[in-house]
């Protein structure tokens, strides 16, 4: 059993060579789970948030080899919002509710674009001295600090927008996976970079997707697609 455990959740442990690029079993297993909850959340499945948390759960543990320490925090969150999205639309569910895309208001809009980037720059601080801070737990210094932190603001961001089934968290992960590309490309995961390439067309096809559903929803409740009301702590709160 330890032995197939590691060799489960080494990240260095090749399955198979792909023209020089050595496939660990670990990429390959949240690659295909990962590809499947992304197809199923599209389509408004309650599997989808189960299948993200464990994918979520085998990237946690690769990127904590990768020394991507800011994506490994973001992949344990991500498990945490896969339980919470999947409690939250089976309660829509059994409420006869519907799984219903909506938007958000401009005020919203404005409050994300303003408080993104604060939070992105104190991320990447945080990240840059971990391993001053916790050195036991960081031997390395994080790369990529600043990408790094981007992502999992934005990640961050579309998760909790997805609970909500908002349109505009297929946008920041298209954003965010495309950003992602790149890193992968030069920490040499060029298997998982090709997959996030991937995950941006998807995104792109979700956004479309979900406005278009947004819109045919509002035209059949026969009213104007709801306004959200500008964020305060309440609120918050409550949508969680």
């Known amino acids: 059993m330890p032995t197939l455990l590691h060799t489960l959740f080494d ?4 399955l198979v060579d792909i023209h020089g690029y050595g496939l660990s079993t670990l990429e390959l297993l949240s690659t295909i789970l990962g590809m499947w909850s992304y197809v199923e ?4 499945r309650l599997r989808g948030p ?5 994918a979520s759960l085998c990237l946690a543990a690769m990127f904590y080899q990768l020394r991507l320490y800011a994506d490994m925090g ?6 945490a919002a896969s339980v919470l999205t999947l409690a939250c639309w089976q309660r829509n569910s059994s409420a006869n509710e519907g799984l219903k895309v909506t938007t958000l208001s401009p005020n919203w809009r404005l ?16 990240t840059g001295h971990l391993h001053i801070w916790l050195t036991n737990v960081f031997p390395e210094p994080t790369r990529f600090c600043y990408a790094d932190a ?10 909790l927008l997805l609970i909500r089934r908002k349109a505009e968290c297929m946008a920041i992960w298209l954003a965010a996976d495309i950003i992602s590309t790149g890193i992968y490309i030069q920490s040499g995961a060029y298997f998982l970079a090709a997959v996030y390439a ?5 995104d792109g096809t979700g956004l479309v997707v979900w406005l278009r559903r947004s819109r045919d929803e509002a035209d059949a409740a026969g009213q104007i697609l709801p306004k959200t009301p500008a964020p305060c702590i309440n609120d918050l709160a409550e949508g969680v």
């Open 50 to 54: 189960i299948l993200g948390f464990c």
């Open 150 to 159: 981007t992502t999992t603001v934005l990640g961050i961001t579309a998760s």
């Open 198 to 202: 991937l995950y941006a067309l998807i």
């Open 111 to 126: 409050a994300l674009g303003l408080g993104a980037p604060a939070l992105i720059g104190m991320l990447a601080f945080i």
């Open 74 to 79: 973001l992949m344990v969150y991500y498990a």
């Open 11 to 14: 990240a260095e442990q090749v």
């Open 41 to 44: 959340i599209i389509r408004r």
